[in-house]
């Protein structure tokens, strides 16, 4: 039987639009690859910024989301080290604080190699709507 977690990271028709796919998910943890394909990259050759930013922010959800209660995002920045071009991007999540309505993530994203590319940090509001009640109603 397919958890609720599970439900959820499969009802994110955005992060499958990407190519990213769930590796590990538990409570406050997630990790998360994306392989590098041609329409990943910007004007420079790059992976574009904002591609980075929505790897972090799918295991950013998912970890967020991973004690069954809805967790909406409130604030979000990334910081960006290193250009990639090919290859595989990981990203993983830790929670760093959890609150009955606000919880705290960092999560870095890694290359192929281990290289540090990118750290995003965000913070959540955790609702009153628990993810089985969110996915019954879709």
Known sequence: MMSIIDKFIKADSYARHLGVEVLEAS???AKAKLAIRAHHLNSAGTVHGGVIFSLADVVFSVASNSHGTLAMAVN???SFFKAVSRGVLYAEAKEVS???RLAT?????????????ALFQG?????????KDLLNQK
């Open 27 to 29: 409570k406050g943890y």
């Open 76 to 78: 979000a920045s990334i």
């Open 98 to 100: 959890l609150n009955p």
């Open 105 to 117: 993530y960092l999560i870095s994203v890694r290359n192929d190699n281990g290289e540090k590319i």
């Open 123 to 131: 913070m959540v509001y955790r609702k009153k709507t628990t993810l």
